[in-house]
């Protein structure tokens, strides 16, 4: 990296519905420096998108309740707000590179944390100032 | 000829007027005889007597054996009479002086000779004619007693010795005939039988051994020889028969000899007499049980392939070389739902197989034309159009020179196992999310409680605790298929391993279904609130109580843990991941709220929320 930058000023959006996972993510993000809001279902998740234009990162699990999935939310992301990078994680299905929005990445769940870690940190310094 | 047509046609009447007419016009005189009136009286009294029989005679006279004859006799010289009349016997026969001349010397000397069908070879007539004459040869004598002649009388016996011969010839024939047939009757080893001709008895029977004998007529032969409920179609049968009077056939059941039961094929025919009655019926009767057996085992046995072709539910079919259909099994017919096989027969076979099913169905034929059975799965419709899934096995059918001559199919529908097939690996699927979502919880429970624990002791226990109590909820969940509990359940199993004494630890509430994450959570909840309990609340000491109490209001759940009886409470300095397991984890799976209350009297938890999960917060 050698290049200095601020995670505080990136803030990541954790999409999950199961409320522990949820926790852990969260945890996991604000741990790794970073601002973090959280989401049940993508509803919600738009929601928070439009009140902080400062999320520049979309972590997200797949299988959710609601009108949409973590798929469909990630290209809805992408097409909406296309700065924001895509994380995608599911425990179900395994996604290709062809199922996720440009630039998107896949964790498998269950997910090492240092790789999330690691994606963030690598997002937030290509977007650093 | 004339002359002796004319003779011939008065044959029969009582005078000789033409040869006694030759006799008076002959020129005697240029003869060794000489002129009619000088013969000595033996002759002339001797030829008198001649000419006036009717049967024929001759006279030979004298050393050179003149020839004299009547008009009996001129029938037998042919195309010699008249010429014969006078000369020397041994000039009118000479293809019989050979054999004769003898005799005739013999009678000069005073023998006298009969013979009867004596044989003859005569050319008369320019051509050998062989004939059978009765005659008898007498000297004449002189009266002094010298033989001076001989008289022949004689009569041709050619027609009767013919006939004779013919009817000898007829009868040899007849008895080698006969001969024949009884040894062809004995070499058979049919049974021989005769019959009345009514059949109302039977006279004999041979039985060859098979079948018991009938030696003196019998009119009970049916009681003898036939089972008591074959007897009657036996006799309408024959009784058909005789109103006919034709030869009839029936293959029919008997009694053997031994008494046991046989089969014989049975053919007879009227016999009838010159004024066309029938006197009897003929029959040979053939065993034929060996033959008949066999084919009732032939039968039997094809009864029993079809009846197997039949419970069979696998689609058996043949095909010819170009996979027209030929043949369904009845079973096969019953799952192809096919109504009427007529409509089918012939079909090219591939053409019911859709899609890669179709490909491999042409590859299949293609390999058993080429000798060599293979087999596939494929979709195809029955005939009443429901999709089925097809097990395929076609073989070659291999003739007598060991070359395809038809084809095989067998299909078996395995649609129930093709879709259980898919259900597993769903299941299979669904079980490995599962996995994986239960590994991701452990994952979370584990990284979480070691991100607080002080001590890599306190968290080893911690995180076995927690583990263990997942463990114990995943056991309910895996007896409801995973996807609700029974909320008393999801307690009692929860706070099993902490029970202190009966009556401390007590809940109460309505029955209720809990969704599978409303049941992990809430137990471990339960488990996070009895553990600190234990260590600090109101399970620390030897007085204190918990007990938990929840119902549903309106649709809306509340669930209270309320601790009374122990060491005084004071808040705790931090929140761990006890505290937000309670407060938040768990209340975000009811849709709800959970607060913790630091009551010096006692801790107390509220969880408020949505039962069973239902609404999504949108």
């Known amino acids: 990296m050698g290049q200095s930058f601020h995670p505080e000023q990136v803030a990541v959006l954790v999409v999950e519905d199961d409320a522990l996972l949820r926790a852990e993510a969260v945890d996991l993000c604000i741990e790794a420096g970073f601002t973090t809001h959280e989401a049940r279902t993508a509803d919600q998740a738009i929601r928070v998108l439009e009140h902080h234009p400062e999320i520049r990162v979309l972590f997200t699990d797949i299988e959710m309740e609601g009108s949409m999935d973590g798929l469909k939310l990630a290209h809805a992301v992408r097409e909406r707000w296309p700065p924001v990078a895509i994380l995608i994680t599911s425990g179900r299905r395994m996604v290709t590179q062809a199922d996720l929005p440009e630039n998107g990445l896949f964790f498998a769940k269950p997910y090492p944390p240092d790789d999330i870690v690691a994606a963030l940190n690598a997002i937030a310094a290509r977007i650093a100032p | 000829m004339t002359l002796h047509a004319k003779l011939g046609a008065d044959v029969g009447q ?64 042919g195309s010699r009479h008249p010429g014969a009349l006078g000369r020397p016997t041994e000039e009118v026969w000479p293809e019989l ?56 009388v004689t009569s041709d016996c050619t027609a009767r010795v013919q006939a004779q011969r013919e009817r000898d010839g007829a009868i040899e024939r007849l008895r080698v005939g006969e001969g024949r047939l009884a040894a062809l009757v004995e070499a058979s080893p049919d049974s021989l039988y005769t019959m009345s001709p009514d059949w109302q008895e039977m006279r004999t029977l041979h039985g060859r051994g098979f079948i018991a004998d009938t030696d003196a007529p019998c009119v009970r032969w049916m009681d003898a020889y036939l089972f008591p409920e074959d007897q009657a179609g036996i006799r309408r049968t024959v009784e058909a028969a005789v109103a006919r009077t034709e ?41 034929v049980t060996a033959r008949h057996r066999a084919v009732e085992q032939l039968r039997e046995s094809e009864a029993f392939m079809r009846g197997v072709l039949a419970s069979s539910n696998d689609c058996i079919k043949v095909l010819d070389l170009d996979a027209r259909l030929t043949f369904m099994s009845e079973g096969g017919q019953r799952v192809m739902e096919v109504s009427d096989f007529n409509a089918l027969e012939g079909c090219p076979w591939p053409s019911f197989w859709e899609g890669a099913g179709n490909i491999a169905a042409r590859e299949a034929i293609a390999s058993a034309r080429a000798g060599v059975a293979c087999s596939f799965q494929g979709y195809a419709n029955t005939m009443r159009g429901n999709r089925r899934y097809w097990d395929v096995q076609v073989s070659p059918i291999l003739g007598a020179d060991g070359r395809p001559e038809r084809i095989l199919s067998i299909s078996r529908d395995i649609t129930d196992l093709k879709a ?34 002080r001590s890599m002791e306190e968290g080893r226990t911690a995180v076995s605790q927690r583990l263990s109590a997942l463990g114990r909820a995943q056991d309910i969940l895996t007896r409801s298929n995973f996807t609700e509990a029974d909320i008393h359940e999801v307690i009692a199993v929860t706070i099993d391993p902490h029970r202190v004494a009966e009556d401390r630890i007590a809940w109460s509430g309505p029955s209720l279904t809990l969704t599978a994450q409303q049941a992990l959570g809430l137990s471990l909840a339960t488990h996070e609130l009895a553990t600190n309990a234990a260590k600090y609340g109101a399970l620390s000491n030897e007085t204190g109580r918990v007990t938990m109490s929840w119902r549903v209001e309106d649709g809306a759940f509340a669930f209270d843990w309320v601790e009374s009886g122990g060491p005084p409470v004071a808040p705790p300095e931090g929140r761990g991941f006890g505290s937000k397991l309670i407060e938040r984890i768990v209340a975000s799976y009811f849709d709800g709220e959970g607060r913790l209350d630091f009551d010096p009297s006692g801790i107390r938890f509220r969880l408020t929320g949505v039962p069973g999960g239902t609404a999504v917060e949108a």
């Not at chain 2, 033409?18 to 009286?41: K, N, Q, V, Y």
């Not at chain 2, 046991?260 to 053939?286: H, K, L």
């Not at chain 2, 597993?424 to 607080?452: P, S």
Request: net charge negative.
């Open chain 2, 97 to 152: 002086w050979g054999d004769l001349g003898p005799l005739i010397d013999r009678t000069f000397r005073g023998e006298s000779f009969a013979f009867r069908d004596h044989p003859l070879t005569m050319t008369r007539n320019g051509f050998e004619e062989q004939v059978w004459y009765d005659f008898a040869y007498s000297p004449i004598r002189d009266e002094r007693g010298e033989v001076v002649g001989l008289l022949n």
């Open chain 2, 247 to 287: 030869p009839f056939e029936l293959e029919h059941r008997v009694r053997l000899a031994d008494g046991s039961e046989g089969w014989i094929f049975s053919r007879a025919v009227p016999v009838t007499d010159a004024a066309g009655r029938v006197t009897e019926w003929f029959g040979m009767a053939a065993d």
């Open chain 2, 420 to 453: 259980a097939e898919e259900a597993r690996a769903v299941l299979v699927q669904e079980l490995a999310h599962r996995m994986k979502n239960t590994l991701a919880m452990v994952q979370a429970i584990v990284t979480q409680t070691l991100r607080q624990a």
């Open chain 2, 14 to 77: 009582t005078d000789s007027l033409r040869m006694a007419d030759l006799f008076c016009l002959h020129d005697w005189a240029s003869t060794p005889l000489g002129r009619r009136e000088i013969w000595p009286p033996v002759l002339r009294t001797t030829v008198d007597l001649m000419l006036g029989s009717l049967h024929p005679m001759c006279v030979l006279w004298g050393p050179r054996r003149l020839f004299l004859y009547n008009d009996g006799y001129a029938e037998i010289l």
